[in-house]
């Protein structure tokens, strides 16, 4: 049972054009939501979180919107450059008590910035 | 500022034999969570240590079991190895202080191959 879900493998935008990364999952009992980019070969960067008590979160170029009532999010990226090529994962997490979090991923999807 | 550590890089082993990774945590942090990612998959949650405890654990056997040092250091042992082991393991660490250990900080991952 797939709790996060990313329903496009990959994606690909012009250089400068806006790029859309969808998200819905099915647990209600998520109380926040992350996006990390991934390179080959390295670890999950973290990019920006939002509550599940906000509608949208915004840091640079990067901005998190969340429709709590059709348990869906996206990220987007405006302008989209070549450096934000990457896998790009969903992530949930659940509160276990005593400030323990646990984060659930999405399987990603691959964008493609064209120059 | 130093980030999450993980070592070695790379592991070949064979199936029946016994492993450890490890991982240092991002410099300030208390909380080690480990990863299990598959290819093609996102990160799977193993376990998490905090204060040198594991207080919360995924959907994995025991095989898989853990340890966090006075230091919040954290090894991972992964016992009587599978095929099915074979993955990038994902170490992540965060701080509890803060009541924001939902914003984890990965490591670049052990890519453990069982033969």
């Known amino acids: 049972d797939q709790q996060v879900k990313q329903n496009s493998p990959s994606l690909s935008v012009q250089e400068g054009r806006i790029s859309i990364l969808n998200c819905d999952y099915t647990?209600?009992?998520?109380?926040?939501f992350l996006w990390y980019k991934k390179y080959p070969a390295e670890g999950p960067t973290f990019l920006i979180s939002?509550?599940?008590?906000?509608d949208k979160n915004e840091d640079g170029r990067f901005t998190v919107f969340l429709n709590k009532s059709a348990k869906h999010l996206s990220l987007h990226i405006v302008p989209s450059q070549p450096g934000d090529s990457a896998v790009y994962f969903c992530?949930?997490?659940?509160?276990?008590?005593?400030?323990?979090?646990?984060?659930?991923f999405g399987k990603g999807t691959k964008l493609s910035v064209i120059p | 500022d130093a980030g999450v550590t993980q070592s070695p890089t790379h592991l070949i082993k064979t199936r029946g034999q016994q492993v450890t990774l490890r991982c240092s945590p991002k410099?300030?942090?208390?909380?080690v969570s480990w990863y299990q990612q598959a290819l093609g998959q996102g990160p799977q949650f193993i376990f998490q240590?905090?204060?040198?405890?594991?207080?919360q654990r995924g959907n994995f056997p025991d095989r898989f079991s853990g340890h966090q040092f006075p230091n919040y250091s954290s090894e991972l042992n992964v016992n009587a190895l599978l095929l099915g082991d074979s993955a990038l393991y994902l170490c992540?660490?965060?701080?509890?202080?803060?009541?924001?250990?939902?914003?984890?900080?990965f490591g670049p991952g052990t890519r453990l191959t069982v033969t």
């Open positions: 992540a660490s965060s701080l509890t202080v803060t009541g924001r250990s939902y914003e984890q900080y």
């Open positions: 647990n209600s009992m998520f109380d926040y």
């Open positions: 939002i509550s599940s008590i906000k």
């Open positions: 992530a949930a997490s659940v509160p276990s008590g005593a400030g323990s979090y646990q984060l659930t």
């Open positions: 410099s300030g942090h208390d909380t």
């Open positions: 240590y905090y204060e040198e405890e594991e207080r």
